[in-house]
């Protein structure tokens, strides 16, 4: 027998503040009262999930914290639904069944998704605190995946009562990896064909800068079966090497077949082509031109790819469609591609944990490699823009899920260095004799950079405007007189040629001029100041900053006073600052801030702040000019 639900009378200790302790409203938008998970899986094609969650919310902030969510399909059969909102003293508000929650699809107006939808709970408070109970149950024949545990949600979320119980057939091979349980109150009750974990009284995390993703701080239940079942098809998953030579022989090998036509048509636009790199280059460009990119939430429409003919006849799909056409072209072509599982994101370096073997676990996004003599190439295919093996920002630098005709491996994506992810900032300023500057600026970008400029050019005059303005916001009363850019897509390099003035940049005392000669890449303010920090912290991608601006002084004026050169130089980086007098009326002014990558305790922080301070000082620091006497 499953562990029973709390009786109805404690439910009701539950749904009003006045059981709520000070402890766990401490740094809180949200507590979670109750989260409960029973899932029973008594046989390879029969997984049953009972879930309840009472959850009380503080503030506007913790609105979205209530997470009544549910997804399905056809594979998933909802059998209970529904919630009861009630006020801060536990009196009900509101009782919703299952006909009262919003079910909408997944992927609105496109047809290949109409069976993914979504139920949820849609409720507009007009006082807070208030809680919402929220249960569900649902049906599946599919076992392969099971999720995580973890009594920390997100931040600023505390945890009363969270729990997770599965009875299964021992058959199975169920398996965990506990992960950050030190210093939390977790209890593990598991026998043989039980597994039960419960916490008690997890207090709310508040996020402190450069602090590494949650998921590698907190608490975590990693579960998985070696022994499943999934849409027709038996699997297992005890190693790497099996699980993707199951995932291709069941789920990838049938998916490739492309309309004659459209194979004749490729196969022209490489004719002639003998470098297999750059008939990939070629299929690449194909697809971005030809097709679109629309957002399928992990988990939702299965995890097989929509064959590659209908990918071709409709010219969209998520990203498992996608890449598996890109597949299927470069196929065709005759270039060797693997698909390939990956965790993306674009500030957190989130690797599989190849320790621990499960389904689709770890992954939330497909792109595919191309083997190229150790230094692989790896494709973003839902981007019509994304220059060819560009991975920066979104899934460089992690352990991938590789997937092969003989098997699955793990395999590391490109490592962006710091010196790869360059800026290079060039100008020629004048300044005028009422303080105000005129020139022309050079920015050019590689690396992580890149992605970070390049989006300029897509977007409108007036954005494009707004967007300098935004970059450059401490030069007040600017004005952007023309923009130029070249996207050498090639060499992966972005370049800005801007023409720029600003009335009263140079600020003045008496007959005194005081100009900051770091006029276009100025770091302005140092990470937070921490009383007692709590974690640790890293830099997930360096880069390096190199600046060089001439700068000439208006008719009539010297120089009163310059600073001296400034060299630091530590385990975070490095930084250099000088300026010299080249004429009697020209200044040049050099700058380099290389940041490197790296994971630091929390110890070592206020030392990381105090060299972010110095680069703040001397960033904005001034020298005098003057009239000539």
Known sequence: MLTAFLSFSQNENLCTVLTLSDELKTNANAVVRLDQTQIEIPDVKTLKTTYKRIVTVLNKEGD???????????????????????????????????SDFKDVSAVSDFSLYEDSRVKYLEYTPTKYPYTVEFYYETLTSNTAYIPTWSPIEGYFVSSENSS?????????????KEQNFEDCDITNKSTNGRLYYISKNTLAVKPEAYSPPLIDIKPLLKIAVDNFYYEGYKGSSSNWEELGKWMY?????????????????????????????????????????????????EGIGGIQPIAASKVDEVKYGDCKGLTNYTKALMDVVGVETYYTRVNASNRNLVSIDKDFVTFIGQTNHVILNIPNNGDDIWLECTSQTSPFNYSANFTDDRDVFVITPNGGKIVHTKVYTSKENSLVTKAKVSIDAEGGISGDVSLISQGTQYGRHERVQDEEL?????????????????????????DDRDSIVFTENIELKAKKYVSKTGGLFLVQPNVFNRINSAPPRYRERKLPFQINRGFEDNDEYEITLPEGFVVDALQDDVNISNQF??????????????????????LNKGEYTK????????????????DKSKIVIKHKS
């Open 64 to 98: 979205n914290d209530v997470y009544a969510v549910v997804s399905y399909d056809t594979g998933i059969d909802i059998k209970k639904l529904g919630a009861i909102v009630y006020d801060a003293f536990g009196n009900e508000i509101e009782k919703y069944r299952k």
């Open 164 to 176: 997770i119980e599965i009875i299964y057939d021992k058959n199975l091979g169920l398996k965990t």
């Open 249 to 297: 022989d069941e789920l990838l090998k049938e998916r490739t077949v492309l309309p004659e036509a459209t194979k004749a048509e490729i196969k022209s636009k490489v004719a002639g082509v003998e470098n297999p790199i750059e008939r990939a280059k070629i299929v690449y460009q194909y697809v971005q031109d030809r097709t679109r990119y629309i957002s399928v939430q």
């Open 462 to 486: 007036k954005d494009q405007k707004l967007w300098y303005k935004n970059y450059w916001d401490h030069i007040n009363n600017l004005e952007v007189v023309s923009m130029k850019f070249n």
């Open 573 to 594: 980086g490095e930084y250099q600052f000088s300026i010299t007098q080249t004429s009697e009326n020209t200044l040049l002014f050099k700058r380099k801030f290389l």
């Open 603 to 618: 110890e070592e922080y206020k030392d990381f702040r105090s060299f972010w301070l110095k680069i703040v000082r001397h």
